[in-house]
């Protein structure tokens, strides 16, 4: 029982230091001061150490000998590598899921579209975090779960570079509208179209990041 006490700390931990890391509450350029964190969520340092352990292995952080865990930074080859991963799979994923997906699938990948709306409308935190349960709304279906669950860990790892490629003004509203028009094609059941407007929307996010990206390699 005790195991399972751990286990389940463990893994609230990650998910919890993991948003702070998404939502971009911890600073890159200093470590994690755990500690301090310990301290905050309540928790001794073995539990979070662990933690912190898992979320390298998972791309976000990266320890350096006698200094610590640091947030791992935003470069345009991590994200080249994270877009291209996501191009060769999900347009087929999704495309597969919009002729497989049950009416109840169907309804929660609308009902999550209008709550993605309203986060990116109204400019919230947590913008990131939805713009992936929309994604996996459409590609879970597919009854795929191997594939499926690596684009998740895709998506993790992507979700800073969602909220950056959101900076300029305008790209959310243009986000909003590829989000409604790859929708409409799933709830249609039009593999082509769904494939072909999965691959334009991924496609067009890290052209944009490339842009975003020159002037913070120029100044470098």
Do not use: C
Not at 127 to 140: I, P
Not at 159 to 177: F, I, T
């Amino acid at each position: 029982m005790t195991g399972i006490i751990i286990r389940n700390l463990s893994d609230q931990l990650v998910d919890l230091v993991r948003d702070r890391i998404l939502a971009g509450t911890v600073e890159q350029d200093r470590a994690i001061r755990q500690d301090a964190l310990a301290a905050e969520l309540g928790v001794s340092k073995i539990p979070l150490r662990e933690a912190l352990t898992r979320l390298e292995q998972e791309g976000l952080l990266r320890s350096r000998a006698n200094h610590g865990y640091f947030v791992r930074e935003l470069t345009i080859d991590e994200a080249e590598e994270v877009y291209a991963l996501r191009l060769r799979l999900e347009p087929d994923v999704a495309a597969m899921a919009a002729a497989r997906a049950t009416d109840a699938e169907r309804e929660a990948a609308t009902r999550t579209l209008a709550r993605l709306d309203a986060v990116t409308n109204a400019h919230g935190d947590g913008v990131g975090a939805f713009n992936r349960a929309f994604h996996l709304a459409l590609l879970r279906p597919s009854r795929q779960p191997i594939t499926t669950t690596m684009l998740e860990r895709l998506h993790v790892l992507g979700e800073r570079y969602v909220r950056k490629h959101l900076e300029p003004l305008g790209r959310d509203q243009r986000a909003n509208d590829e989000h409604a028009r790859l929708l409409d094609r799933w709830l249609a059941r039009d593999a082509a179209a769904v494939h072909d407007a999965m691959y334009a929307h991924i496609e067009q996010t890290v052209l944009d990041l490339r842009r975003q990206f020159q002037p913070d390699a120029r100044s470098a």
